[in-house]
């Protein structure tokens, strides 16, 4: 796990690459990377590295190059079949100076050129420079474990980066807020598409490429899924699909434990972080390490099954408590660290136990994926059971008959449970934008009207805040609603949490690894029939059974938890101050993006208990903060003012 950044000039400017830029989009990477650094200038062509080093200790400095010095790499990742290539690329003479992967990725692509990514199994993002073309070459991993953003000027210079805050430095861009981005952003907690927060400040999608060559850029599409099930599923009994799903899934985990220091793993106690444990103490001659994360608060700790998992596997555990004064205290730098406003309040916790793991390993696995490839979430089958139940009901019953029912239902139902009412087919149309879109939404398309000011809707009306996610939804029209939904949210809300590990796990200088992401993992759990994922209320179907025999049956059986966080409860108590400073406060207001009005109902509400605003809340403070530093300038400080200074988290 590494930082890379550079420059690629077009002839439209004269002078070579700074460099002293350079450095400064290096070093400001430095949490991704304090083992090593280097740089590599050609001209009008700058390239730039901070390293974590994880294999090959002594040899693996970058930027790396081929023998002759036609091509030069900067890599952040792992590949894990790269040794399994070395032999083939020696016999075509291809002479190895190191052992590190970054070294086969060069040799690759001397021998395929930019199909060289085919030939990849692991997470990565690296930049290429050609002297003999003069061509640039990016990549970017399948599933988009490891993050690339850039900035093309008008005169089709190109900036690059693992973090935006890099190409601000280099003043790529002037940090200015993308307006267009904020239907999406207020309705899915992050951007969708290609977009950031930043105007002019794109990312690499997942499983692309990018070529660059005098300031013209083409960028393709290499891999992806299709979802649906194989001609074979009507033949196959459950339990091969669920022997094969087995098999490569600890293949997986196997080949995560490449390393040549020490790694751990994220124990949360769920289904998904306790079967890697399952599987990896299969693998291993020393206890593994387990870390776990949990607020001291009641109803937000999961640390009894986490636990009891590490019971179970004889495991090396550590755990840490997060107080509420440091979850406010980190919460700035955690935004900076991110570089966009953060979208899950997991994200604070997450960066307090890799902190905690930092002091043991530099490697970790964690469970991400599992929930989007399998149905995890309950969101799917109350999803279906909505659209089912309320297509019938819609073309048995009219408006007037509808309209009756809500009413019977508002007066005899109680008020939280009215509320859950007004989620289904009874108050919502029989579609996907009515029943998933809209209904898991943070501020969906109605409420946006009522959220932005006359001035900001009359310039975002006209955007679809869900465009991304039906991209993909409406994309495989021949697939079954759950494969849609699944493929939907693989690509764009799995981004998120992607984003979230990458950036609070290199926040404390450490490697994470995804074993559920394996690409070959990923196409066969895709392609399972519905069965296998969602059958009846069992969620990940597949999983549980492949796992009967070696988790125990209290994890098997257990209900997902998610990560508790309880921000609500804080809002209306400890952190208070929050909602008064970032969500009512003057200068919030004075901003115009925000109807007044509607800022103090959601807060009043809140902390009066008569709605739950908890998400909404957190959008906009979130919000508030990130405008402050990225767009004001202003220097990081503790989010409450009698918490004080945190420490610099990075």
């Known amino acids: 796990m590494c930082g890379i950044c550079g420059i690629a000039f077009s002839r439209q400017r004269t002078s070579a690459v700074n460099e002293a830029v350079?450095?400064?989009m290096r070093d400001v990477l430095h949490h991704r990377g304090p083992d090593d650094a280097g740089i590599f200038i050609d001209g009008n062509v700058g390239l730039a590295h901070r390293r974590l080093s994880i294999i090959d200790l002594e040899a693996g400095h970058q930027p790396m190059t081929n023998e002759d010095g036609s091509v030069q790499i900067v890599f952040n990742g792992e590949i894990y079949n790269h040794a399994e290539h070395r032999p083939a690329l020696r016999e075509r003479g291809h002479v190895f100076a190191t052992h590190s992967d970054t070294e086969t990725i060069v040799h690759l692509y001397e021998e395929y050129g930019t199909?060289?990514?085919?030939h990849l199994r692991g997470m990565f993002t690296f930049a290429i420079w050609n002297r003999r073309t003069c061509e640039l070459f990016l990549a970017r991993d399948r599933l988009g474990v490891k993050p690339l953003y850039y900035v093309r000027a008008d005169d089709g210079s190109l900036f690059f980066a693992s973090e935006i805050k890099a190409l601000l430095v280099a003043a790529a861009v002037r940090p200015e807020l993308n307006t267009e981005a904020l239907p999406d952003y207020f309705a899915n907690r992050a951007t969708s598409g290609d977009m950031t927060m930043f105007a002019g400040v794109r990312r690499l999608p997942a499983g692309h490429t990018l070529r660059w060559k005098d300031g013209k850029i083409v960028i393709e599409r290499y891999w992806d899924v299709q979802p649906g099930g194989t001609a074979e599923s009507s033949i196959r009994t459950p339990a091969e699909y669920v022997d094969e799903w087995r098999e490569l899934f600890r293949t997986s985990v196997k080949l995560r434990l490449m390393a040549d220091v020490p790694l751990g793993m994220f124990l949360s106690g769920g289904i998904d972080s306790s079967a890697i444990a399952a599987v990896m103490s299969q693998m291993v001659t020393d206890p593994i390490k387990t870390f776990s994360v949990a607020f001291n608060v009641s109803g937000a700790n999961?640390?009894?099954y986490a636990r009891l998992v590490a019971q179970t596997f004889h495991t090396d555990h550590h755990e840490v408590l997060v107080e509420p004064s440091d979850f406010a205290a980190a919460l700035p730098h955690l935004i900076w660290h991110e570089d966009e406003p953060i979208a899950h309040p997991s994200s604070v916790p997450l960066y307090f136990v890799s902190k905690l793991a930092q002091q043991y390993v530099k490697v970790v696995l964690t469970g991400e994926g599992s929930d989007e490839l399998l149905a995890g979430y309950y969101r799917y089958r109350t999803t279906l059971l909505n659209l089912s139940v309320g297509g019938m009901y819609h073309r048995v019953t009219n408006e007037g008959t509808r309209q009756l029912m809500r009413r019977i239902a508002s007066?005899?139902?109680p008020?939280?449970?009215?509320?859950?009412?007004q989620r289904t087919f009874l108050w919502r149309t029989p579609d996907v934008d009515a029943l998933y879109f809209d209904n898991f939404a943070v501020f969906e398309r109605h409420m946006q009207q009522e959220l932005f000011s006359q001035d900001?809707?009359?310039r975002v009306r006209q955007i679809?805040?869900?465009?991304g996610m039906h991209h993909y939804y409406d994309g495989n029209p021949s697939a079954s609603l759950l494969q849609r939904l699944l493929y939907a949210d693989l690509k764009t809300y799995l981004h998120e949490l992607l984003m979230k590990q990458d950036q609070m796990s290199m926040a404390a200088s450490i490697e994470s690894r995804v074993p559920f992401l394996d690409h070959k993992l990923v196409e066969f759990s895709t392609a399972l029939p519905d069965r296998l994922k969602l059958r009846g209320w069992t969620t990940k179907y597949v999983l549980r059974e492949a796992m009967k025999g070696l988790l125990p049956e209290q994890i098997l059986r257990r209900r997902k938890m998610g990560f508790p966080v309880p921000l609500g409860r804080w809002f209306r108590g400890t952190l208070r101050q929050l909602l008064d400073e970032f969500v009512v406060g003057e200068r919030t207001i004075s901003r115009g993006h925000f109807q007044p009005d509607f800022l103090r109902r959601l807060v009043q509400?809140?902390?009066a208990g008569t709605a739950n605003h908890t998400e909404r809340l957190w959008t906009l403070v979130n919000f508030e903060m990130w405008q402050r530093h990225f767009l004001d300038g202003e220097p990081l400080k503790g989010a409450l003012p009698q918490v004080g200074e945190a420490p610099r988290a990075g």
């Open 411 to 413: 007066g005899l139902a």
């Open 605 to 607: 509400e809140h902390v």
């Open 115 to 118: 199909r060289c990514v085919d």
């Open 302 to 304: 999961e640390l009894d």
């Open 456 to 458: 900001l809707w009359s």
């Open 415 to 421: 008020a939280s449970f009215r509320q859950k009412l």
């Open 22 to 24: 350079l450095i400064r």
């Open 464 to 467: 679809d805040p869900y465009a």
